[in-house]
């Protein structure tokens, strides 16, 4: 009963923490706005929405442990500033050698861990260029967690030539009672026509269920993202708990408008 | 000699009236052109677009010439591109309405002037790179984009809501891709350059926004969605964390797992 609670606090933590920050940040520039000016036809279900399709997928390697994912995300729109999405993700977890299964410790050590991660939530654009993803789902194959997750992206001072990106993306595992969390800062660097360059540093870092204290990793990164067909990819690597590290991540977005309804003639 | 005269005199009839014509004719297309000098011609056309000069309503294909003076009306799903003389286009997206106000070129066949007017909707202009320092501009009801690049694009909407803009409902929007454009308000001395790369917008009558880049403050462009507030890239989606655990807890080699315990005797 204590270990429950204590996953609910380190998530209730990290969650709130992300969200505050993300909130905070783009509403110290915002406070002059009241709501309507920052929400216009905030309840209007537009006549036209949108269907959003990310296919993405990466890797991380380190001395202790490497993984790969791939996935997709679908995303609706319902409103300007509400969105609802369904994410499939496949993870393949490789162990170093004499260590155990992180995924449910105590079951002993495997080369390789497979398995599935199915979940679904919302898309709050809570300010322009500001979203804030909740979500949970549940995880298939060598992992049988319920997991919930908290995702944000804020981009401040658009107007500028060198926007800073402000982005976290937290994870609780109900069942090693863990919360991963990612953070990462970047700025863009050049925008051209063609693509986007941007460059900063983030990192991880975990906490709760058999992690005492907290462990993490961070460094440098570099992202870039090709407008023409809108596929963005990153590269990060650093040092940390797992020792040197490095981490690639990709992705590709498709948007599809949906027609607007035909009005009689 | 009185019958060689004849024949001139005849000869001179013959001629008078062919000359006739071709000075009415001449005259004629002299007055319709020093009326409406011709600007160019559509390239293209697609869906519904028309031509509205002082003759009337027509529609235009593939050819049609365009006069300075010409508006140029897209429906929706229309698009045209209409080629000027100096060799620039100009680029219709749908439900849009526009004017080409003056279009002169130099005497060396490079440009003096290029005005065009944008009443609503897209427009993308392609200036030519040739004939010295472009001096070409867009007009919008409440901005002025001038050129000092080849090509970018101007939107103007009316009637639409953006976050952050209050009760503001009419924005021009500039999206540059090459050069540099001078965006400003129409009562605005100076303007602010916009890089390319990079957008801007003129909400209703104050000075433009800062530029930021393409596609995420919220400005439209030929073939963008009106008022979407831009966020791409998202870095989120996709950046999905690996999974907990970095350091995982080492096994106990060699110490076995603690045996139940018996059950207590009875």
Redesign the interface.
Known sequence: MTKVLENLKATATTLIIGALMIIALPASS?AQ??F??????FFKIPD?G?LTV?????G?V?D??A?T?E?F?LEQSIT?YVGVFGRL?G?E?W??G??????N?GT??QARLNFGRGQGGFDL?I?????F?ISAGRDFGD?HSVVVEG???S?LM????H?I?F???S?H?YQ?G?????V?I?A?L????KY?LMAGGGG?F?MG???HGT???GGPDL?F?W?PL?I?G?IQAGY???HQYG?L???K?LDI?EPAPRTAP | MRARSDGRDGMRLKLFWPLLAVLFYFALTTAAMAQAPMAGSISSASGAVQIQRASGLIAATSGTPVNIGDRIITGAGGHAVITLTDGSQLEVGESSNMTIDNHVLAPAGGRAETKVSLFGGVLRSVVSATGGTPNFEVHTPNAVAAVRGTRWDTAYTEGESRPTYGDCHKFSDVVVYEGVVTLRNNNAPNGIDVPAGYEATVPCDVQSTLPGPIGMTGARGLGTAASAVGSNPSPVVGGVPPPACPVCPPMPATTPPPLPAPPPST
């Open positions: 915002h706005y009241s309507n000016d920052l929400y216009p036809d036209q949108r990310t296919g993405f997928g990466g991380y380190s202790k442990y993984t994912q996935g995300q300007r993700t993870y977890l162990e170093g004499g260590f155990d299964n992180p995924l410790p002993g050590h654009n300010w322009p260029g500001t979203h993803f992992s995702d944000g992206s981009w658009l107007h500028s030539l926007p990106n982005s976290f993306s994870v595992d090693n863990v919360t991963s969390t990612e990462d970047q863009i050049k925008s051209t026509e986007l991880a975990y269920g058999f992690i462990d993490g990793q992202s993202y407008r809108q963005g990153s940390g708990s797992a981490q991540t990709f992705y977005e408008n």
